[in-house]
Each structure stands twice: as C-alpha cells, then as structure tokens.
Nanobody
Framework: QVQLVESGGGLVQPGESLRLSCAAA?????????VGWYRQAPEKQRELVAS???????DYADSEKVRVDISRDSAKNTMDLQMDSLKPEDTTIYYC????????????WGQGTQVTVSS
C-alpha cells in the first residue's frame, strides 16, 4: 500500500517563502518513474508545478520556474518543493504525486497541504 503525506503548508505574507515536504511509505522516490508537485485551485484543473523523472530530469511549469525548486532526498525518502517570493495567487492546495512502473504504470496522490498567502 502506497501512502503519501504532504506537510509544510500554512499562512505566510506576500514575498515570504515556504518549503513543502512529501513523505512516502510503500514506495521510494528514487525508483519511481516520476515524482512531482501539483496544485489545484477551486473549480480549476490540477496543474503541474514541478517534477523529477527517474533519471533526474527536472521539469518546471513555465510560470513557476524562476520561483520554485524541487528536490528529493533518498536517505529520508522525501521530496521537497521550495517556493520563494510567494504571491496571493499562489493560495491553493498543493499535492504530492508518485508514478511507478511494474508491468503497468500506476499513479498515487497525497491528500494535499494548504498554502495561503495573505497580508
């Protein structure tokens, strides 16, 4: 059973930073086909923020690549998302995702962590 738990969200003022973390059980980030962070605003489609492929290739959303950094820690089996210069528009729920391959591809999601940017 694969289980993902996000943490690090909260209330911050505009211009401040947050570091989100995702802890995994039942799978490891190093062996996954792809790991990444997504966000979903109310009544909108879930969208990619940043991802890491198995071989280490990193992909960022064009609108976020200058403000975010994604990384993974094999020893702790965690994945982080560093977000700088936060704006009120960044307010939404952020989700951790892991995609694995064993005969077929499978995708797993955490329950999300709330980020609120307000003065």
């Amino acid at each position: 059973q694969v289980q993902l738990v996000e943490s690090g969200g909260g209330l911050v003022q505009p211009g401040e930073s947050l570091r989100l973390s995702c802890a995994a059980a039942g799978t490891d980030f190093s062996g996954a086909s792809m790991v990444g962070w997504y966000r979903q605003a109310p009544e909108k489609q879930r969208e990619l923020v940043a991802s890491i492929e198995r071989r280490g290739d990193i992909d960022y959303a064009d609108s976020e690549k200058v403000r975010v950094d994604i990384s993974r820690d094999s020893a702790k089996n965690t994945m982080d998302l560093q977000m700088d210069s936060l704006k009120p528009e960044d307010t939404t729920i952020y989700y951790c995702n892991v995609r694995t391959w064993k005969v077929i591809s499978q995708s797993y999601w955490g329950q999300g962590t709330q980020v609120t940017v307000s003065s």
